[in-house]
């Protein structure tokens, strides 16, 4: 049975940071795509960030170089550092899995999700 946990999130100010993490379980991922969503409150789930299989990043446009994605094949795990958070970054976040060939970065291109970890940013 696949899980991904999702942990590091917690209560920062604004302008500090966080680095959350996602173990897998259950099957290797190192061949396939993993990436971080996102859910505000009222807001529906958004896509943050994507590593492919070859390690090449990708980011949503309101990251702004603020957050890195990297993973650790060895761990079955993928990392979220986030720098300068802002108030607007306060959500709940979620660790997704792509098996499928192809690179693609929306909610149902992936195949596998955590139950995600809240991150609330304070002033």
């Known amino acids: 049975q696949v899980q991904l946990m999702e942990s590091g999130g917690g209560l920062v100010q604004a302008r500090g940071s966080l680095r959350l993490s996602c173990t897998a379980s259950?099957?290797?991922?190192?061949?396939?795509?993993m990436a971080w969503f996102r859910q505000a409150p009222g807001e529906e789930r958004e896509f943050v960030a994507g590593i492919a299989w070859s390690s090449s990043h990708y980011y949503a446009k309101f990251v702004k170089g603020r957050f890195t994605i990297s993973r650790d094949n060895a761990e079955n795990t993928v990392y979220l550092q986030m720098n300068s958070l802002k108030l607007e970054d306060t959500a709940v976040y979620y660790c997704?899995?792509?098996?499928?060939?192809?690179?693609?970065?929306?909610?149902?291109?992936?195949?596998?999700w955590g139950k995600g970890t809240l991150v609330t940013v304070s002033s």
């Open positions: 997704a899995v792509r098996i499928r060939s192809g690179t693609y970065w929306s909610e149902v291109a992936m195949d596998y």
């Open positions: 259950g099957r290797r991922f190192s061949n396939s795509a």
